[in-house]
């Protein structure tokens, strides 16, 4: 079946530093992904939309400089947090549909999610 | 999305069948019903969705009232597995992106 892939699963880093992240649609195009950004023991908000060369689409109070989101081939979206802090340590995680599945479920696909920290 | 409410926990006994229910008095009559589950420190994975009638898959059941105000996730036979968040969303026909709520702690006793 379709599947979405995030790499790093666990990053630490230092104030001050910038953070890739990456999400590969794995035997699928997706010309749309989307990122959220979860904190512990709430649920998962809707950051971006990440659209294949173009730009992304960000969500009210998401700070479009902070998280720059690449969507530079139908497989693959990256999200980097510029500059970090620690208020930005969270489980960030992507999400992709497979247009061409059938039957067309409308099923998202989630990656299994990058654990950023910073110290 | 129109707005979907569900009770914030819940428990049920392993082996039993568990019904979660989710109450949605603003749909409209282009939304679909969707139930996604997320396992502890795991991305979020579809369960089963449906329009106006009872779905089933190998996952579970989904039960939508008749005015498709309401609707119940019905897992028939809890494993420990099983011990996860709900959420109950609602999406447009079309429209890829999905918001979420606060979705049910579903907890599974041994």
């Known amino acids: 079946g379709a599947v979405v892939s995030q790499h790093p699963s666990r990053v630490i880093c230092k104030s001050g530093t910038s953070v890739k992240i990456e999400c590969r649609s794995l035997d699928f195009q997706a010309t749309t992904m989307f990122w959220y950004r979860q904190f512990p023991k709430q649920s998962l908000m809707l950051m971006a939309t990440?659209?294949?060369?173009?730009?992304?689409?960000?969500e009210q109070g998401v700070e479009k400089d902070k998280f720059l989101i690449n969507h530079a081939s139908l497989t693959l979206s990256t999200l980097t947090v510029t500059s970090a802090h620690p208020e930005d340590s969270s489980f960030y995680i992507c999400s992709a549909r497979d247009p061409g599945r059938r039957p067309n479920t409308g099923e998202l696909f989630f990656g299994e999610g990058s654990r950023l920290t910073v110290l | 999305d129109a707005k979907t409410t569900q009770p914030n926990s819940m428990e049920s006994n392993e082996e039993e069948p568990v019904h979660l229910p989710c109450n949605h008095s603003t749909i409209s009559g282009t939304d679909y019903i969707h139930w996604y589950r997320q396992l502890p420190s795991q991305g979020p994975e579809y369960v089963i969705h449906g329009l106006t009638s009872n779905v089933n898959n190998r996952m579970a059941s989904l039960a939508i009232a008749e005015d498709r105000k309401s609707s119940t996730l019905i897992l028939h036979r809890a494993t420990l597995r099983d011990a996860a968040v709900y959420y109950c969303i609602l999406r447009v026909s079309g429209d890829d992106k999905i918001i979420f709520g606060k979705g049910t702690r579903l907890h599974i006793l041994p």
């Open positions: 990440s659209n294949e060369g173009s730009k992304a689409t960000y």
